[in-house]
């Protein structure tokens, strides 16, 4: 394969590369298809140099790392260097056509990546593909612990000969990208700590403590906004905050929080809103309006 890229670009949607490199992956999907969705907080692209640095936004990688400009070669180039971003995927799988993951999968019925990528498909749209079954080989896992945070047993889909390690399920699946930093910590095991701090302590002052941080956080909520709430206002907000899915969610469930927010309602039009609101400041000098700058709390 020719180490020559194409296609070299600066930027992606407004997010500048470290240096000129080709997409490569989710970016290049992303872009192949048209798929309007957030990006992925970190891209991947091809440099034109063997020593490239990547940032926390972009994965630089080298000229050998090149995939093919093809859906197979960089769907199999995102699982393997980006990891699973179900948006993404999600999104791509909406527009490609069912027969060109089948062709994928038929290319190589018995690859890794292919049985990923056809029980990605599978997961997300609930459409069955016409594809043999791939005989009697090792379960490859959904998703690259090196790469991402899953589940330490997963569930075998004898279909896929896939390993199901997803951390959630079709409704709500958050990945989290395994980073150094979340790696240390991961291994510290502060789940089990603070299950057996609080399983020693009395409940009242369990009870106290949640409380009190309820309280300091809802007083921070506020100063984000640059406001200074009174102690009975703060308290009533962080009410509202503990009672959070306690009842399914609904007009009249949001305006009783409101009320409980609020507290005294006789000047306020409690109720959805139906006209525009400015959140923002106006410049002392030319009237101008601006957004109002986000102020870390004390």
Same mark, same amino acid.
Request: net charge positive; with cysteine; charged share 25%.
């Given at each position: 394969?020719?180490?020559?890229?194409?296609?070299?670009?600066?930027?992606?949607?407004?997010?500048?590369?470290?240096?000129?490199?080709?997409?490569?992956?989710?970016?290049?999907?992303?872009?192949? $298809?048209?798929?309007?969705? @957030?990006?992925? @907080?970190?891209?991947?692209?091809?440099?034109?140099?063997?020593? @490239? *640095?990547?940032?926390?936004?972009?994965?630089?990688? +080298?000229?050998?790392?090149?995939?093919?400009?093809?859906?197979?070669?960089?769907?199999?180039?995102?699982?393997?260097?980006?990891?699973?971003?179900?948006?993404?995927?999600? +999104?791509?799988?909406?527009?490609?056509?069912?027969? #060109?993951?089948?062709?994928?999968?038929?290319?190589?019925?018995?690859?890794?990546?292919? &049985?990923?990528?056809? $029980?990605? $498909?599978?997961?997300? =749209?609930?459409?069955?593909?016409?594809?043999?079954?791939?005989?009697?080989?090792?379960? =490859?896992?959904?998703?690259?612990?090196?790469? %991402?945070?899953?589940?330490?047993?997963? *569930?075998?889909? =004898? &279909?896929?000969?896939?390993? #199901?390690?997803?951390?959630?399920?079709?409704?709500?699946?958050?990945?989290?990208?395994?980073?150094?930093?979340?790696?240390?910590?991961?291994?510290?095991?502060?789940?089990?700590?603070?299950?057996? !701090? *609080?399983?020693?302590?009395?409940? /009242?002052?369990?009870?106290?403590?949640?409380?009190?941080?309820?309280?300091? /956080?809802?007083?921070?909520?506020?100063?984000?906004?640059?406001?200074?709430?009174?102690?009975?206002?703060?308290?009533?907000?962080?009410?509202?905050?503990?009672?959070?899915?306690?009842?399914?969610?609904? =007009?009249?469930?949001?305006?009783?929080? %409101?009320?409980? !927010?609020?507290?005294? +309602?006789?000047?306020?039009?409690?109720?959805?809103?139906?006209?525009?609101?400015?959140?923002?400041?106006?410049?002392?000098?030319?009237?101008?309006?601006?957004?109002?700058?986000?102020?870390?709390?004390?």
């Amino acid at each position: 394969m020719s180490e020559r890229i194409s296609q070299v670009v600066n930027d992606f949607r407004g997010r500048p590369l470290p240096e000129p490199g080709a997409l490569a992956g989710y970016a290049a999907l992303m872009d192949r $298809y048209g798929l309007q969705l @957030p990006s992925p @907080p970190r891209l991947a692209a091809i440099a034109n140099r063997h020593h @490239p *640095v990547s940032t926390r936004e972009w994965l630089m990688l +080298t000229p050998r790392h090149q995939p093919e400009p093809t859906l197979s070669g960089d769907l199999v180039f995102a699982l393997k260097w980006e990891g699973v971003d179900l948006g993404v995927l999600a +999104t791509l799988f909406k527009v490609a056509p069912a027969a #060109d993951i089948t062709a994928i999968v038929r290319a190589t019925p018995t690859g890794a990546f292919a &049985r990923r990528i056809w $029980y990605l $498909y599978e997961w997300l =749209t609930g459409v069955e593909l016409d594809v043999p079954d791939p005989g009697k080989i090792r379960l =490859t896992a959904t998703v690259d612990e090196n790469l %991402q945070f899953a589940l330490p047993k997963g *569930v075998a889909s =004898t &279909r896929h000969k896939v390993l #199901d390690n997803l951390p959630g399920t079709r409704a709500f699946c958050p990945m989290v990208r395994r980073t150094p930093a979340l790696g240390s910590v991961s291994t510290k095991g502060l789940d089990a700590r603070a299950r057996e !701090v *609080v399983g020693r302590t009395r409940p /009242d002052l369990v009870a106290r403590a949640a409380a009190f941080l309820l309280l300091d /956080d809802s007083k921070s909520s506020f100063a984000i906004e640059g406001e200074r709430p009174s102690s009975a206002r703060a308290a009533r907000w962080g009410q509202a905050i503990a009672q959070a899915g306690v009842r399914a969610l609904s =007009t009249a469930e949001f305006e009783r929080l %409101q009320r409980l !927010v609020i507290g005294d +309602t006789r000047f306020v039009r409690l109720g959805l809103r139906d006209k525009g609101g400015f959140v923002g400041v106006h410049d002392r000098i030319t009237g101008g309006a601006g957004p109002r700058a986000c102020q870390r709390p004390p």
